[in-house]
């Protein structure tokens, strides 16, 4: 089955600077990477997806990055606020007969630093 | 809004005992899903069901079952708790997008 990869497990950077979280996965026939952001005492919630015939989406001051060839993904996160402070997790999947499970992360805790 | 809701946030059980996790969902979905949050695991994805009295083992089935009788209700049941099934249980619905809810914190005493 697939497997995927997440790192850092935490990062803590200064309000203002930029976060950079990036995942490997092993099956190549998976197509769709979302990115959720879990606070504390909530389920996680989708910020933003990559698909896999795109190698870039953009929304707002994140991004998702994609190769392909390589087999990983990244999230970036520009000028970083206190509320961007969360767990963040990406996930891999491939749809199947219209069912499409998603593979986790192990997560990265953000903390900016004021 | 999607609403995603779990019957307990906190639950407190004794090993042995049978636990019932409830889910609702109110977006006509019909994937629903139960994960398991442990630090530094992730969400591991125990059971999935896409549709009604249909269920499908994840990664991590063994010691639980689930059951779908209506669309937008998924349960997960621990037949016999036990310790290492102490954690963070969250149920999602939808499709591409899941859509979680809250959570539930599990102990097992």
């Known amino acids: 089955g697939e497997n995927v990869e997440q790192h850092p497990s935490t990062l803590s950077v200064q309000e203002g600077d930029s976060a950079v979280i990036k995942c490997t996965y092993s099956d190549s026939a998976s197509n769709y990477f979302p990115w959720y952001k879990q606070e504390l005492g909530k389920g996680p919630q989708l910020i933003i997806d990559?698909?896999?015939?795109?190698g870039e989406k953009k929304d707002q001051r994140i991004a998702v990055t994609l190769n392909k060839t390589a087999k990983h993904f990244s999230l970036h996160i520009t000028e970083t606020q206190p509320e961007d402070s969360a767990v963040y997790f990406c996930a891999a999947s491939k749809e199947d007969t219209g069912r499409r499970a998603l593979t986790f992360g192990s997560g990265t805790r953000l903390q900016v630093q004021p | 809004d999607v609403k995603v809701t779990q019957s307990s946030r906190y639950l407190v059980k004794r090993t042995g005992e049978k636990v019932f996790l409830e889910c609702v969902q109110d977006m006509d979905h019909e994937n629903m899903f139960w994960y398991r949050q442990d630090p530094g695991l992730g969400l591991r994805l125990i059971y999935f069901s896409y549709d009604v009295k249909m269920k499908e083992k994840g990664d991590i089935p063994e010691g639980y079952s689930v059951s779908r009788e209506k669309k937008e209700r998924f349960s997960l049941i621990l037949e016999s708790a036990s310790t290492n099934q102490t954690s963070m249980y969250l149920c999602a619905s939808g499709g591409e997008t899941q859509y979680f809810g809250p959570g539930t914190r599990l102990l097992v005493l």
């Open positions: 990559i698909r896999s015939n795109v």
